[in-house]
């Protein structure tokens, strides 16, 4: 009976019967339950693995391989290229302006969504879906036609794009965060004790929300980081155009900068995720 | 509990020498005089207070008491300010409140749910209002402290609410209420979702609490023994109006209308008639209040303790249930007709009776309500 019981099924109850069982017998039934549970478990794992790892290989294999040995010289030729500084540059400044534009924007709008105006909430969760569905350049040319004169010369306005293409991915990082505590208690508490809207927001809500805020900043740096359609059509140079036009003269390169973005892209990833623990650290020893 | 109030003691000692004098003290200056006068809000179509009128002395505990909607949290809600009149006034010391916000009226409020800062520590949870008031760390700290030790906390004060109990969290939502040292204390159903032995404990500890700081607090329960046992006054409430505001006894033994006399405590419906000012009941004429339509054929409506049961075995009344309660036992009687009632009887008296017994019911109020019969 208990060999028949796999592992993820052993419960409590599962525990406490291994207690009660003699140990020879413990060690043949772990040993059969753990067999049947992990051989699945280890092929949906594989199999998930592969495909997503395997071109992660196969471009490594590319960008690191000259006659066929092992280089860095496709990394390492990255830099020389031209236009590589500015458009990696240029990427991250906007990746920072559509963050902070996102952030300001959809926190305030998700609060009052959920505290004020319960009854749009499914509007929102439509509205979300709208600049995944809308193709880019319908998009890009709804912007230039209210975009301020002032920002039509400048790559600046690609972020006001961005922020449309982000929005989805911030309001419902935010929409999660808000849903997993009792908003309107807290808020109610805060402002019975004499909190304002801004104390509010910054002292209680906000480090409530401080995963679903990470969550939203790192899925808009990485799709800043990632974007190329908008860019193209908007004729600049960002770090996925750059690769793409450079991809023409030196493949190689192009490659091996591809992948430089992907591990600069998980590095600026990981410091956030740590830069948001840190704050939690220091924010619960400073009252303590 | 003695390790918490040496520990407690020490800490203030401690703080004392480091900080100004304990703020907690000025708490007890006097509670605030609150009034509703008029007031009504509207939801929809649904009116959640119809002229709701009641006022609250300084000190005072007053219990408001009704059934689920009948609009006894949206009076608190309206007083905390969330809520806003659509007419009448709110005065606080003679002052209308109603157009001031929030944040701005010194409210100290425990909520239903758990409503501490998830984030924060008791002990922050507990200095959040002082930090709003700009009061320094030390302060601050010092303040929280002393009200954490007065709930009996202070060795949680690091903890985070997910580390709490329910009843420990209530009690760092009192301090935390307490530490604004509010002019009013609002509790909305703060015991609700305790389990019962924490909240009779909670009950004496909060009562006590507000009768040691004196400070006006107004209690919004569904729960008649909350009521009954912490409050000053109690206000019944029905379709956002009250009833009657009275002191427990009074609600009990004197209830202004039928829907209060079943709403608290148990309640004889027994068919009667009216003549005058005085009515039939179970062979007695006694005399009656009631709303002006019960008239003529009438329930009569009486307390367990309010009826005497003898054995009879002539009587036409049968003995159907009995009920051991300590000092008395209730009986379950079935009167001639479709009437039963219930009557409480010392159990000394009680346990010569037993179930299937012939009885005769007689009525020993001397005064008694009557309603339409239902």
């Known amino acids: 009976m208990v060999a028949d019981v796999t592992a993820p099924e052993l419960g409590l109850r599962g525990i406490a019967t291994e207690l009660n069982t003699p140990p020879r017998t413990r060690a043949r039934s772990r040993a059969r339950s753990i067999g049947r549970g992990n051989v699945t478990h280890i092929i949906v794992l594989t199999l998930t693995a592969v495909y997503f790892l395997l071109p992660l290989y196969a471009a490594g294999k590319f960008a690191l391989t000259v006659d066929g040995h092992f280089s860095w010289a496709g990394l390492k030729g990255i830099s020389k290229q031209d236009g590589f500084k ?25 609060v009052l969504v959920h505290l004020r105006f319960p009854n749009l909430r499914r509007f929102f969760d439509g509205l979300t879906l709208l600049p995944i569905v809308i193709p880019p350049v319908v998009l890009i040319v709804g912007v230039l036609q209210v975009a301020p004169q002032k920002l039509k010369g400048t790559p600046y306005l690609l972020a006001l794009e961005y922020v449309v293409l982000a929005m989805p991915f911030m309001y419902r990082s935010l929409d999660a965060g808000l849903r997993s505590f009792d908003l309107r208690t807290i808020v109610d508490a805060s402002r019975s004790l004499g909190g304002g809207w801004l104390s509010t927001l910054w002292h209680v809500l906000l480090p409530n929300l401080r995963s679903a805020v990470l969550s939203g900043v790192v899925l808009t740096v990485a799709l800043v980081l990632g974007e190329y359609t908008m860019a193209t059509l908007d004729q600049y140079t960002t770090f996925p155009v750059w690769i793409v036009y450079n991809d023409q003269s030196s493949s190689q390169t192009s490659v091996a900068a591809s992948l430089l973005a992907l591990l600069v892209t998980w590095l600026v990833l990981i410091i956030i995720a740590a830069f948001g623990g840190q704050r939690r650290g220091r924010g619960n020893r400073e009252e303590a | 509990m003695t390790e918490v109030t040496t520990g407690s003691s020490a800490d203030r000692r401690t703080a004392a020498a480091t900080s100004p004098a304990p703020l907690i003290a000025t708490a007890a200056e006097g509670g605030a005089h609150v009034e509703f006068v008029g007031v009504t809000r509207s939801f929809g179509q649904t009116r959640a207070l119809d002229g709701l009128t009641v006022d609250i002395a300084p000190g005072e505990l007053l219990a408001l008491l009704g059934p689920s909607g009948c609009g006894k949290t949206t009076a608190l809600r309206v007083l905390a300010g969330f809520e806003h009149a659509d007419a009448g006034q709110v005065m606080v010391d003679g002052r209308d409140v109603i157009a001031v916000p929030a944040r701005k009226r010194d409210m100290g409020m425990v909520f239903q749910s758990y409503s501490l800062f998830p984030t924060m520590t008791a002990l922050d949870n507990v200095a959040y209002g002082l930090r709003l008031r700009k009061q320094s760390g030390p302060v601050r700290r010092h303040a929280a402290q002393e009200l954490l030790d007065m709930v009996g906390l202070a060795p949680q ?175 379950g009687v079935q009167l001639s007709g479709d009437s039963a009632v219930w009557v409480d009887l010392s159990s000394d008296a009680a346990s010569t009776i037993t179930p299937g017994d012939p009885v005769r019911v007689t009525l020993t109020a001397t005064r008694v309500l009557v309603d339409v019969p239902q």
């Open chain 2, 157 to 331: 004060a690091k903890r985070y609410p997910h580390q709490m109990s329910g009843g420990q969290q209530q009690r760092v939502a009192l301090a935390r209420a307490l530490a604004i040292e509010p002019r009013v204390l609002l509790l909305d159903e703060p015991l609700s979702a305790l389990d019962a032995k924490v909240r009779i404990a909670l009950r004496d500890q909060i009562r006590a609490l507000q009768q040691r700081l004196g400070t006006t607090t107004l209690f919004v329960t569904h729960d008649q023994e909350e009521a009954l046992s912490m409050a000053d006054r109690v206000g019944v409430m029905r379709n956002g109006r009250l009833e009657q505001v009275a002191s427990p006894t009074e609600l009990y033994t004197q209830p202004a209308t039928p829907f209060v006399a079943e709403f608290v405590g148990t309640m004889n419906r027994i068919p009667g008639q009216t003549a005058d000012q005085q009515v039939m009941v179970l062979g007695s004429t006694v005399p009656f209040t009631g709303p002006p339509e019960a008239r003529g054929v009438v329930d009569v409506l009486v307390r367990p303790e309010g009826l005497a049961v003898t054995p009879d075995r002539n009587g036409d009344a049968i003995v159907t249930s009995h009920s051991f309660r300590g000092a008395v036992t209730r009986l």
């Open chain 1, 86 to 110: 500015d458009a990696f540059v240029l990427s991250f400044k906007l990746a920072l302006v559509t963050t902070l534009i996102s952030l300001a924007l959809m926190v305030p709008t998700a």
